[in-house]
């Protein structure tokens, strides 16, 4: 397994990986309406070579930080 580091202190905010069956692009240090940081993965399923590969799931993701709940 290779470990990568990327986040908001990324030179880019774009990580672009290209792996047997799909393209994983990681963009960071965004902000959703609320104003919360946010990260999107988009998986992309590989259809331009002789295979085709299915995604099974959200091809757009979006992970954002909780806001601390007030006491």
Same mark, same amino acid.
């Given at each position: ?8 202190? &990324? =030179?880019?905010? +774009? +990580?672009?990986?290209?792996? &047997?069956?799909?393209? %994983?692009?990681?963009? %960071?240090?965004?902000?959703? &309406? ?5 990260? %999107?993965? *988009? ?9 085709? !590969?299915? +995604? *099974?799931?959200? =091809?757009?993701? =979006?992970?954002?930080?909780? !806001?601390?709940? &007030? =006491?």
């Amino acid at each position: 397994m290779k470990c990568i580091i990327h986040n908001e202190n &990324a =030179r880019d905010n +774009l +990580l672009h990986i290209e792996t &047997a069956g799909c393209i %994983v692009n990681i963009t %960071v240090n965004l902000h959703n &309406a609320e104003g919360k940081p946010t990260t %999107v993965v *988009e998986i992309i399923p590989d259809q331009y070579s002789n295979e085709t !590969w299915t +995604l *099974e799931g959200s =091809r757009n993701n =979006r992970i954002m930080k909780d !806001w601390p709940i &007030a =006491r």
